[in-house]
């Protein structure tokens, strides 16, 4: 097999505690009554660790949200996996944090939606901005790994300074400024979202002078939004090629958001084996090497760096998994990427009452009252 | 930053710790993902132990590869901890 599996994803919740308005999770998300069990996660890490995987990351939903957190984290661990968990931090407590760290947790990655505490519960649609300043506190007291994870876009990107400090006085090792990227939820609220030209210039600018500062202190990882970039990321290093996320019902995906395209099969772990999706399913070798690709990707020097681009964002602008992803400048589609760069270029781009036109994330648990409002 | 004192005491930074599976490259484990260790990197990775100084590391790879030069070993040892410093993988204490 070419590809080696590196990391494994398990989102083994899509329940949660706060409701973003660019989640990452799909529009439809699994119930409760429909996650996996204890048992069934174990046998999946195990597969995962015998096939030569380092790496497991807790996410969901909030993986907090599942009382057995500490069992899947010593069975990751008794997999031979480094083991990371991605959290909002809501219901992260010291006694539970000593047992995670005590089972073998590695690394933490804790979310922030701002650095000023109102947008930051705005944007999150729930009050958890003090708590997570809370739980910060807790993690750098002890020996864990900790990254924090700031989401950037148009309407708090012009604070990065402030962030930036807020994470370097957190304690973390490492902080990602990771720009809001355009599925899901995101791509509902993308006209909110996008930040402008200038904005992002300057960003550039304060992440290259923070850096030289906090240099030997503080790691600054930094996304920038693709809708700017001349090329496309190589998403997830090329669909199937390192990396497959499992969802809380246990289809195995390339990516967080493959699960929307359509006329794909997604197997489920519990009924094969994880070997045999990762080598020989037919969606995970859908997209896998250059046979798919449409001009011009197909005679592009770029494209074992970048692999044609994201299958799901040219998918949802294109209608078409397998077009060009039209972030390319080269893409024929590209005046899509380019339409919406305009617009948010375009003068004050209607910055009026945001708040009264975010769509919220909704909860998959039914009995959850949900404020939907529709743009 | 590449002049580590000799009686630094070494250690890996939270988050980063030795693979340990079985029948696995000499792999680092980072937050980020890993490091490949070539050669000797590995001993003395496992060396970086939060009891030993720079200079107890050098001593304990001196007997290990006794017949090397000892300035090497030396030279060598602390170009790959101020590296390993730098990317934050490791502490000195």
């Not at chain 1, 995987?53 to 057995?68: K, M």
């Amino acid at each position: 097999m070419k590809y080696q599996l590196r990391a494994l994803i398990a989102e083994i919740t899509h329940r949660c505690p706060l409701h973003c308005v660019y989640c990452s999770n799909p529009l439809e998300m699994q119930q409760r009554s429909a996650e996996l069990s204890t048992e069934d996660w174990i046998g999946i890490f195990r597969q995962a660790g015998e096939m030569g995987a380092l790496q497991l990351h807790l996410t969901g939903g909030e993986p907090l949200a599942r009382a057995d957190l500490a069992d899947l984290v010593r069975a990751g661990r008794a997999a031979g996996l480094y083991l990371n968990l991605i959290t909002s931090g809501v219901g992260l407590d010291e006694r539970r944090l000593d047992e995670l760290i005590g089972v073998g947790l590695d690394h933490i990655q804790l979310s922030f939606q701002d650095v000023a505490e109102a947008s930051a519960n705005e944007f999150a649609g729930t009050r958890s901005h003090a708590l997570k300043l809370r739980v910060a506190k807790m993690v750098r007291q002890r020996r864990v790994g900790f990254t924090l994870n700031i989401v950037v876009h148009r309407r708090n990107l012009d604070r990065l300074e402030e962030m930036i400090a807020l994470a370097a006085e957190s304690g973390a090792q490492r902080v990602e400024i990771a720009h809001v990227q355009y599925y899901g939820w995101a791509l509902r609220n993308r006209d909110a979202l996008l930040p402008a030209r200038d904005q992002v210039q300057r960003s550039i600018e304060i992440v290259e002078t923070a850096r030289q500062r906090l240099q030997g202190r503080l790691r600054i990882d930094f996304v920038l939004p693709d809708y700017y970039a001349k090329y496309p990321k190589p998403c997830m290093n090329g669909w199937g090629h390192q990396q497959m996320l499992i969802d809380p019902s246990g289809r195995a995906l390339p990516c967080h958001a493959a699960g929307a395209l359509p006329g794909m099969e997604f197997s489920n772990a519990t009924e094969r084996p994880l070997r045999w999706i990762w080598e020989d399913s037919p969606a995970f070798n859908r997209f896998r090497d250059e046979s798919w690709m449409p001009e011009p990707c197909r005679t592009c020097d770029r494209r074992a760096r970048d692999f044609g681009g994201c299958r799901c964002q040219a998918f949802l602008l294109t209608g078409d998994a397998a077009a060009t992803d039209p972030v390319c400048t080269l893409a024929p589609t590209h005046q899509l990427v380019e339409n919406a760069v305009q617009h948010a270029n375009n003068g004050s781009a209607g910055e009026e009452s945001w708040s009264a036109a975010w769509v919220y994330r909704t909860d998959p648990a039914p009995a959850e009252k949900i404020t939907l409002r529709e743009a | 930053m590449s002049d580590v004192a000799p009686d630094r005491i070494l250690r890996l930074a939270p988050g980063c710790r030795l693979s340990s599976a079985p029948g696995q490259e000499d792999l680092l484990l980072i937050p980020e993902g890993a490091l490949r260790l070539k050669g000797p990197a590995r001993v003395i990775v496992e060396l970086c132990d939060g009891q030993r100084t720079l200079g107890q590391v050098v001593e304990e790879l001196a007997q290990r590869y006794s017949g090397q030069d000892v300035g090497r070993i030396q030279t060598e040892t602390a170009e790959l901890v101020a590296g390993l410093h730098r990317r934050g993988v490791l502490e000195y204490g």
